[in-house]
């Protein structure tokens, strides 16, 4: 069982930066591969990047390659996304999200979700 709380959001200027953090409990956080998505409002739930268990692989949207990077840290429970040259489409709730599955860009896939925290850019 995984516990998911996200943090970090906040309101930034086009251009601007912010760093999300998921902290996971319990001492089985690096038995998952973690991802991001993120919603606005009005849309569907979107895949925005996952990490392999390890950190051994990343995988992006191609909306955010390039400026996003996630990354995680194991002995910490807790993966990052580290968001750059941002713009007002990325303004959503961003979600991290838990699975097992190998393939996982579909919500659907993941098992365990945090609460989401909004994040504003401003044109």
């Known amino acids: 069982q995984v516990q998911l709380v996200e943090s970090g959001g906040g309101l930034v200027q086009a251009g601007g930066s912010l760093r999300l953090s998921c902290a996971a409990s319990?001492?089985?956080?690096?038995?998952?591969?973690m991802g991001w998505f993120r919603q606005a409002p009005g849309k569907e739930r979107d895949f925005v990047a996952k990490i392999t268990r390890g950190g051994e692989l990343t995988f992006y949207a191609d909306s955010v390659k390039g400026r996003f990077t996630i990354s995680r840290d194991n002995a910490k429970s807790t993966v990052y996304l580290q968001m750059n040259s941002l713009k007002p489409e990325d303004t959503a709730v961003y979600y991290c999200?838990?699975?097992?599955?190998?393939?996982?860009?579909?919500?659907?896939?993941?098992?365990?979700w945090g609460q989401g925290t909004q994040v504003t850019v401003s044109s």
């Open positions: 319990g001492r089985t956080f690096g038995s998952y591969i």
């Open positions: 999200a838990a699975t097992t599955a190998l393939r996982s860009r579909d919500p659907s896939q993941y098992d365990y």
